[in-house]
Nanobody
């Protein structure tokens, strides 16, 4: 059974930094894209950043220049380094893995989410 487990959320002051991690576990053969979405209270879930299996990255305009996504394919882990955090970055951050090929077939998976709170 494939699972995504996130870590690294928490409370930080504006201007501070946090690093999120997400590791996929299970009998996984390969994963296409991995990345992060976030959902603030009362708002829709939005893409924050993604990284392909080949290392190509994509960022939401709101986080460009402040967040950096990276990936360790051997460890099946994706990271999100967040710097210069703003109160508007406060949200639950969800990890996702796209087209995960495993013993059970090919599916997309989501983590349970980790809270990031930025105080002003």
């Amino acid at each position: 059974q494939v699972q995504l487990v996130e870590s690294g959320g928490g409370l930080v002051q504006a201007g501070g930094s946090l690093r999120l991690s997400c590791t996929a576990s299970g009998a996984i053969y390969s994963i296409d894209a991995m990345g992060w979405y976030r959902q603030a209270a009362g708002k829709q879930r939005e893409l924050v950043a993604s990284v392909s299996s080949g290392g190509s990255t994509n960022y939401a305009d709101a986080v460009k220049g402040r967040f950096t996504i990276s990936r360790d394919n051997a460890e099946k882990t994706v990271y999100l380094q967040m710097a210069s955090l703003k109160p508007e970055d406060t949200a639950v951050y969800y990890c996702y893995a796209d087209r995960v090929r495993s013993w059970g077939g090919t599916n997309d998976y989501w983590g349970r989410g980790t809270q990031v709170t930025v105080s002003s």
